[in-house]
């Protein structure tokens, strides 16, 4: 066996051993997954640091898509939003990153966070003990790589007064990016140059059952209803995907008895489809902005958002 695969086994086996534990949630190998990023620092193991870093950009995605399938995965099979079954308190993963240089990371951390509201951003999380402070406690330089079973939960990790302003700034940037968006983009929408109902006006106005329909996803954005329900009320790109998925429901009440009071939106084909190209347009403009949003983008690589 040469050295190099001695390496390479000993880096399956400390992964495997603490990091890949398909039988745990994976927000509770968070723990082992520090003291795997900790080892793998301090003996210059770049192998484990690699596929620490895979596992942990699987969590904090650079990517849009990495995001919609991090939250796609984030649904449990009764339709509920439990994040925090999948993926650590986003507060934990910035004091991380902060520590070992993991700022690629920090935008979809930051992102994660603001969707919080501001009193539970400032209240922070319960700490894993030990896990973030490295080694205070044994007298000695070595890492150390603690169990779930070292939680503390009367210790909080709070952010620092300057972290906290990036959070609240970056919240409320995104706020005011969908309350434009929902002003410009939709209530005061122009239907598509290729209406199917421009040439039909009802009561006057050419293509009135789509502007109808835009009035009424831009009532039911603001009203957050979806994103309340799922505690999701401060996430644009929720939102614009709530959005477009509208357009595609049939369970709108609509009080006629005949067709069970319920329908979907009348908006023509055309417009629809110059719609949901305007969302995702607008999705992918979020993502981009996120490292301006959280006062990142000196630290942050130029590509980002650009995939
Ligand atoms: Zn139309």
């Known amino acids: 066996v040469t050295l ?5 086994r ?3 086996i400390l992964y495997r051993y603490f990091v890949h534990r398909p039988d745990k949630p994976r927000s509770s190998q968070f723990p082992s997954l520090v003291g795997a990023l900790r080892l793998s620092a301090k003996y210059f193991a770049q192998d484990l640091r690699e596929r620490c870093l895979e596992r942990l950009a699987s969590d904090w995605p650079t990517t849009l898509r990495g995001w919609d399938a991090r939250e796609t995965e984030a649904i449990d099979g009764k339709g509920a939003y439990v994040p925090r079954e999948y993926t650590t308190h986003p507060i934990l993963l910035i004091e991380l990153a902060k520590e070992l240089g993991l700022i690629e990371f920090l935008p979809s951390a930051f992102y994660d966070l603001s969707r919080y509201g501001p009193s539970k951003i400032f209240l922070g999380t319960p700490a894993l003990k030990g896990v973030l402070s490295q080694s205070a406690d044994t007298g000695t330089d070595a890492p150390e790589i603690k169990s779930p079973q070292d939680d503390d939960p009367l210790q909080p990790v709070r952010l620092t007064n300057d972290m906290l302003a990036r959070t609240l700034r970056g919240r409320e940037r995104g706020q005011k990016f ?6 410009t983009r939709i209530l005061h929408r122009a239907a598509s140059e290729d209406c199917l109902y421009r040439l039909e006006p009802t009561n006057g106005v050419a293509s009135f059952p789509c502007y109808q329909s835009f009035y009424f996803i831009a009532l039911n954005v603001l009203r957050a209803v979806g994103g309340i329900a799922s505690g999701r009320d401060a996430d644009p790109l929720f939102t614009l995907l709530q959005a477009v998925e509208m357009l595609s429901r049939m369970d709108f009440e609509n009080g006629n008895e005949g067709d069970g009071g319920k329908c979907g939106l009348k908006m023509c084909g055309t417009c629809k489809a110059d719609f949901e190209e305007d969302c995702h347009r607008a999705r992918r403009a979020v993502w981009r902005e996120l490292p301006r949003w959280f006062g990142l983008e ?10």
């Open 4 to 8: 190099v695969q001695a390496q390479a």
């Open 10 to 12: 000993v880096t399956h």
């Open 178 to 183: 969908i309350h434009k968006f929902i002003i």
């Open 298 to 307: 000196d630290a942050i690589d130029g590509q980002w958002g650009k995939e």
